[in-house]
């Protein structure tokens, strides 16, 4: 494990996806409901977290890097006043981790329109869009210089946008800027028809919250009914339980809605083609989130038992990788009649790493959030339930902490099938050179982790959990089967990345 991968405990697992909410709510303190929604939302992303209010004739954003409860204070969210607005909590996938890349957006016009947004997802076609941006600019300017307005410049001035979101929020503004009628909705349905990649969306003018999901639904995307009459729109059901809003129905893949003042409103800009990903059900939804058909909850203790039944061992404990785990290794134990226990405890204080470890403490590696629980694993044959492997080094680092600490044996069960792809549509997997299963058949996986056994679940057995057919998600990083178009892929230190106008430093 090299120093990068051992400074943040973090790097070892997937990352998540970003959270978005918006809600319009007009006898309610909006950015309030944003905050505790945003909180719900925080395992999403952990880089930055930002809100963005209107009180029907201004936007007012403020973000920064951090945490939720980092960014806003009881004055902070005091200054926010309005009765509509966005959030957001970032985890970037594409775009460096900067404050330039936080989210909402905000995007002013010549033409005086304004808009903020919130993305949570990945574009794949981002050469495209800056093309067409930059065509929207150039007509603009020729336009201006035909009525002698910018005779003396050779284009109109345009700043540079710093991420696939940025780009995005520029594209629907300018575009908004050159309807001579319509407003943000002709906009989002004129733009989006050409987007690829996965993206759910919030966004805000100055008098209207929009949600919008891709053709593909990868990312999810829910609508809200608060009690008060307001809407909301949010990521996960567990950030409409927390401001006491029902959940309404999914926003469609290809839909477009809009909420204000003159009530709901919903466009389709594409025809529904579902791809849900799957990793949302193994590992990035809260167990608590709703989906039509079940719960994370359900899905993932299906998982385990499933596993019980393809992978059973001889053991006298199973005991869960907090907390993705969980659910899972209850399940596991159930189906197999094998106790079920918290070998493992987590310091859920950790957050993101910033400070560097020495040599001494780096080779500590994970428990920096994990530690066994010596009492419990000592002399036991143990069953260990985790929802994936990526590179193996945590895993490893893992299996061997259990056995310092005194367990006989240690058997690996995974609630996913091997990782052998990268994720181009919002989950930060690293390239396929760098994916252990990439490269390596489960039996040499398990001797470079020197688990005494390891078993993945199967690709029919993790659909069943879901409830939905196979055709209905999306299972790229695991069959190498994309279903929304890849710019041209490019080699970059020898290996295949996507062509991004946004690498990170």
Avoid at 373 to 384: A, C, F, P, Q
Avoid at 393 to 400: A, E, F, K, V, Y
Avoid at 489 to 499: C, E, S, T
Wanted: hydrophobic share 40%.
């Amino acid at each position: 494990m090299t120093a990068d991968q051992t400074a943040e405990w973090g790097k070892e697992g997937p990352k998540d996806a970003c959270g978005v909410f918006g809600v319009f709510a007009p006898s309610e303190h909006a950015a309030k409901l944003c905050y505790y929604g945003l909180y719900a939302l925080q395992h999403r992303g952990q880089e930055s977290a930002g809100i963005a209010v209107s009180d029907g004739t201004s936007i007012l954003v403020t973000k920064e890097m951090g945490l939720v409860n980092q960014v806003f204070d009881d004055g902070g969210l005091d200054a926010l006043e309005g009765h509509l607005g966005i959030g957001h909590v970032r985890y970037s996938t594409t775009g460096a981790s900067t404050w330039d890349n936080a989210q909402p957006t905000f995007r002013s016009t010549p033409g005086g329109h304004v808009i903020s947004l919130g993305h949570n997802g990945n574009l794949t076609n981002t050469r495209f869009l800056s093309g067409q941006l930059q065509d929207l600019r150039s007509a603009r300017a020729a336009a201006l210089r035909a009525g002698g307005i910018l005779d003396q410049l050779a284009e109109l001035p345009g700043d540079k946008c710093s991420s696939d979101s940025d780009l995005l929020s520029a594209l629907i503004s300018e575009t908004r800027d050159e309807l001579s009628d319509g407003g943000t909705m002709e906009a989002l349905q004129q733009v989006l028809p050409n987007v690829d990649g996965a993206f759910s969306l919030v966004v805000m003018d100055e008098t209207t919250i929009y949600g919008a999901r891709d053709p593909q639904g990868v990312r999810p995307l829910v609508i809200g009914r608060l009690k008060s009459g307001g809407w909301v729109i949010a990521s996960e059901t567990a950030a409409l339980d927390i401001v006491g809003a029902s959940r309404v129905r999914d926003v469609e893949p290809g839909e477009v809605v809009a909420i204000n003042a003159d009530g709901f409103t919903t466009a389709r800009f594409a025809d529904a083609r579902p791809k849900s990903c799957v990793f949302e059900y193994i590992y990035v939804a809260r167990p608590d989130h709703m989906t039509e058909e079940t719960t994370i909850y359900g899905a993932r203790r299906r998982m385990g038992e499933l596993l019980a039944e393809e992978a059973p061992v001889q053991a006298d404990l199973v005991i869960p990788v907090p907390d993705s785990g969980l659910a899972a290794a209850g399940g596991y134990s159930a189906a197999s009649g094998i106790p079920y226990a918290e070998g493992l405890t987590k310091n859920r204080y950790v957050g993101r790493t910033f400070i560097q470890p020495t040599q001494s403490l780096r080779q500590l590696g994970i428990r920096l959030k994990l530690n066994p629980i010596v009492d419990i694993i000592e002399g036991k044959r143990l069953v260990v339930v985790d929802d994936s492997i990526v590179r193996g080094n945590t895993s490893r680092q893992l299996i061997q902490m259990l056995k310092t600490a005194g367990a006989s044996e240690v058997h690996l069960r995974i609630t996913a099938p091997p990782i052998k792809w990268p994720c181009f549509y919002g989950i930060d997997f690293p390239t396929r050179a760098e994916l252990i299963a990439g490269g390596l058949a489960v039996e040499e996986i398990r001797t470079f982790l020197r688990a005494d056994s390891l078993a993945y679940l199967s690709m029919d057995g993790l659909i069943e959990t879901t409830k939905l057919p196979a055709s209905k998600l999306c299972m790229a990083c695991l069959d190498g089967n994309y279903p929304i178009p890849v710019e041209e892929l490019q080699r970059k230190d020898g290996k295949a990345v996507m062509a991004t106008l946004f690498d990170q430093a």
